[in-house]
């Protein structure tokens, strides 16, 4: 909304939620405290805030004044009911879907804007056909488009704005065009595509697990590489060189997290069960397999290397967001990792140069949650006292036994290891799980070195 407001300065763009404080926070005069960390976001808001693009909490009237309405709720994966812990949980959908019917007046473009399960767009339709006690008289007339979004976290404003392709699905060529005409405003008309409602939909689950895909194929390569002696750096640049595979997304790594790639590879399996398609259904759960057991390995690998004990130890963990240039920890594999070293007995420093003390909390507390509704077991281990949040890097490192990076972020490409390993106990271990220690540096400090993808760790 912030680079459709910058955009067209002549479209008046109004974000409402019903949480206060988020609105709150998002109108903030000081800009340290917009609730999400991206990189050049800051200067579009400045230039648009109060000028096109304006923040409330008052749904009713702007649902009511809008010619065009974006869904952009939450779909995660459902915890209780039928498809618990597979399929989406649509109930904020649903909910706008009533909202707009209540409250919008005349003609209004619904815009799918959120990631669905195919046919989401049938049950919005339905809720828009079911009076919901509207207070005008106005007749309402509805059309519904899907709309996916493809931007990732850390590079959002740069997707936005150079987005690869536009994707418009819906049944009314009018609504199409005049959505799309927003987009043209800076996108190519060629990187417009327009498709019916069900392929718009579908493309954007595929596309996210065809990606995720990328991730565990490298992933599962990574260990081959580890017992031949290839290095799959080498091996990632070589494969990406055939153009007809590209070098995009296969930097091997602790497997993918962010709160898309595992809830919509659940929701295609989920799909395909439906549709009886259990060999397709089988083959993009083991994309999620191998995202699972990359992260297993991971943590027996440090227990392995602390010579099977792990009691006491205390492991450094640099980098809690789901990948750098963040501060998502949705579903980050430093969330599996951290509680797999706790439970070996371990206690962990973590750092992150953007998440805070309080967001790891949370992180912990929902991963114990989902676990405990999903299994209908209430009682969460006892936690909060195997790990402390550090946010000076020096002092999180001290008296460490090992040093674990999870996040690339880039001040741990320039960290000064012999400076560390004065800090460390002696002959600490560092885990690389994302290729960005100098080995050369590294070597020659007295500090013991494993990497992803590579035989050759060394004591
Ligand atoms: C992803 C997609 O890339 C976007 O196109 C999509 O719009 C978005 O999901 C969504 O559906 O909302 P995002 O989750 O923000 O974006 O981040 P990615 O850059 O895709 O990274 C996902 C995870 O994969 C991260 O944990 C990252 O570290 C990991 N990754 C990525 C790798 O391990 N290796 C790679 O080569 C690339």
Redo the contacts with the bound molecule.
């Keep these: 909304m912030l680079v459709i407001a910058d955009k067209c300065p002549e479209i008046s763009v109004n974000v409402v939620d019903k949480n206060a404080e988020r609105i709150k926070r998002w109108n903030d005069k000081d800009f340290k405290n917009i609730p999400v960390f991206e990189p050049n976001l800051i200067p579009i808001l400045k230039r648009t805030r109060d000028r096109n693009l304006f923040f409330s909490t008052n749904v009713s009237k702007e649902i009511q004044l809008a010619d065009i309405v974006f869904i952009c709720v939450n779909t995660p994966t459902k915890l209780e009911g039928l498809g618990s812990g597979r399929a989406s949980d649509l109930k904020w959908i649903k909910l706008c879907a009533k909202e707009i019917e209540k409250y919008s007046e005349g003609d209004t473009i619904v815009v799918e804007k959120s990631?669905v399960p195919v046919k989401t767009a049938e049950l919005i339709k339905q809720i828009l056909k079911s009076p919901q006690n509207s207070s005008s008289s106005i007749p309402k007339n509805f059309s519904v488009l899907s709309n996916?979004?493809?931007?990732?976290?850390?590079?959002?404003i740069r997707?936005l704005l150079y987005p690869d392709r536009i994707l418009i699905g819906g049944e009314d060529k009018k609504s199409i065009d005049l959505l799309s005409s927003v987009y043209e405003k800076w996108v190519a008309k060629e990187k417009i595509i327009k498709t019916n409602l069900w392929s718009s939909e579908l493309s954007?689950l595929t596309?996210?697990a065809f990606?995720?895909q990328?991730?565990s194929s490298?992933?599962s390569i990574s260990a081959v590489c580890e017992v031949t002696g290839a290095d799959i750096k080498e091996v990632s640049r070589s494969v990406g060189g055939d153009s007809r595979i590209g070098d995009?997304?296969?930097?091997?790594?602790?497997?993918?997290?962010?709160?898309?790639?595992k809830k919509?590879l659940l929701n295609l399996t989920y799909l395909c069960e439906h549709y009886n398609l259990n060999e397709v259904a089988a083959y993009w759960n083991s994309v999620l397999e191998i995202n699972n057991w990359q992260q297993k390995r991971i943590s027996k690998e440090v227990f392995e290397k602390l010579c099977k004990n792990a009691s006491n130890k205390k492991i450094s963990i640099l980098g809690f967001s789901?990948?750098?240039n963040?501060n998502?920890t949705r579903d980050?594999?430093s969330i599996n990792i951290c509680i797999n070293l706790i439970e070996q007995g371990a206690f962990l420093n973590i750092h992150d140069p953007k998440v805070t003390e309080d967001e790891i909390k949370n992180a912990f507390a929902s991963y114990f949650e989902d676990i405990k509704q999903l299994n209908n077991n209430d009682k969460p281990p006892k936690f909060d006292d195997h790990w402390l949040f550090n946010a000076d890097l020096n002092k999180s490192v001290k008296n460490a036994d090992a040093i674990l990076i999870l996040?690339?972020w880039e001040e741990y490409k320039e960290i000064d290891w012999d400076k560390i390993s004065k800090l460390t106990k002696k002959a600490a271990w560092v885990f690389d799980t994302r290729l960005i220690v100098d080995n050369d540096k590294i070597l020659k400090t007295n500090l013991n070195f494993w990497c992803l993808g590579k035989k050759n760790s060394f004591e």
Excluded: M, V
């Excluded at 996916?148 to 959002?156: D, H, I, K, M, R």
């Excluded at 995009?248 to 790639?261: D, E, N, Y």
């Design positions: 990631t996916p979004e493809f931007l990732s976290e850390g590079n959002a997707d954007k596309a996210n990606l995720a990328r991730i490298i992933n995009k997304f296969l930097s091997a790594g602790p497997g993918f997290g962010g709160s898309c790639f919509d789901f990948k750098a963040t998502d980050s594999p996040t690339e």
